[in-house]
């Protein structure tokens, strides 16, 4: 590293740590440790300057950008003068260019890196009592998200063939814990084409399940080949049925109950797969289907056919499986908070390479959120999915100023200040609304414009020149 002052990085590790109750006898502190921040920039080869936007500032200013409720560069920026200015340093320019900058040299796989692990850490620190009979469970979907019209981000994640007029469009991949909410891991890929579609991203990330997990996902992910891959490594999987593919016949199989019953699947044509590793696998895989009628008025489904491979009906009882397979409503509240909360929904960064990581960014403070969310929980014994996220960000951007004000206090009357914090924190609780549900309208009105085909500036230039009317 070039001019590097490991005293100056020792303090800025401790200012980010801090940033984030990641100090003292508080659970989870040691989620984002030292070591990891300087392992993740040796492993990505970090090299820099001894300047003012260094990786961590870089970091730190980019995680302020994301959490705050605007997310412009020039807001970043004066928030890090004003630090700077508060701390008897002298201020740097207020103009965007230099943290710009610093945002392309910082690597995507440092940040990921680093937001991989926590929420790794966190699931494996998990409390017994927010397991699902002992087992860690992962919950899979996808979304998609809009990004900047220019040049690099159209040619990266073009519009789809039917498609005239837009923003580009990526898609999302990712996991979730079920017991903290945290995002373990995530893939992308454009919106259309062929291998870009949410099994193909669920398939990338398959290494992420051990023996023992169960996954929940949606009926997209219901097939033959992901039962096989996913028995292959001892991993539980709790799904329903695509409709789509095949249909169930309870007057076949192994009855277990009612309505709950063994059945194989044949092996098909996997296109994906070369012939002998089509020979290699076996020609059925033993699953059960369970049907659950739903009766709860406002609800769309009146009945959900429950695929899985947890075979035992004594220990996992039909009743078992739909409760389960009710929670994963949680993935779609936590892709929702991360897009509309946190405004991942539209990017802002103008190149495919500043996207990625800023979509990493996104998925680090999210996690590191929901650590302080899983502090407050274990030290007022409340479960994690208990306590408002959006509550616990409007706390925390509140107290930011005040964590600044105590750092140079000792440690005793840091400890006291983190624990008023989280007990602010713990007073935003979910409100336990069984059975709610909303009408699937909008209300607010879409304004009559003509759709804009073309990037902006395109737009513009074509108007001055006379060739499109304003």
Known sequence: MIGFNFGGTRRQVRFLRRRFLQEGDLPFTDLLSEDLLMQALADAGVVWNDRIYTPLTTLWVFLSQVLSTEHSCRGAVARFIAHRVSQGDPACSSKTGAYCQARKRLPEAFIATIARTIGRRLEEQAEAGWLWKGHHVYMFDGTTTLMPDTVENRAAYPLTFNQNE???????????????????????????????????????????????????????MCNWRNFCELNEREVHFVTRINKALRRADFRKGTRLGKDDHLVRWPKGHIREVGRAAQRAMPRYVTVREARIYVRTPGFRSKEIVIVTNLLNPSKYTKEDLADLYRQRWNNELDLRTIKSEMGMECLRCKTPELVRKEIWVHVLAYNLIRTIMAQAATTSGLLPRTISFKGTLQTLEAFQPLISAVADHGASARMRFYRQLLQSIVLHRVADRPNRFEPRRIKRRHKHYVPLAIPRCEAKRQILKGLRKN
């Open 166 to 220: 837009g923003l580009p469009l990526a898609r999302v991949g990712a996991v979730f814990s079920l017991s903290c909410g945290v995002i373990l891991d995530l893939a992308t890929a454009r919106y259309a084409g062929k291998g870009q579609g949410e099994v193909s991203l669920f398939r990338q990330l398959l290494g992420l399940f051990s023996k023992g997990d169960v996954v929940l996902a949606d009926s997209l």
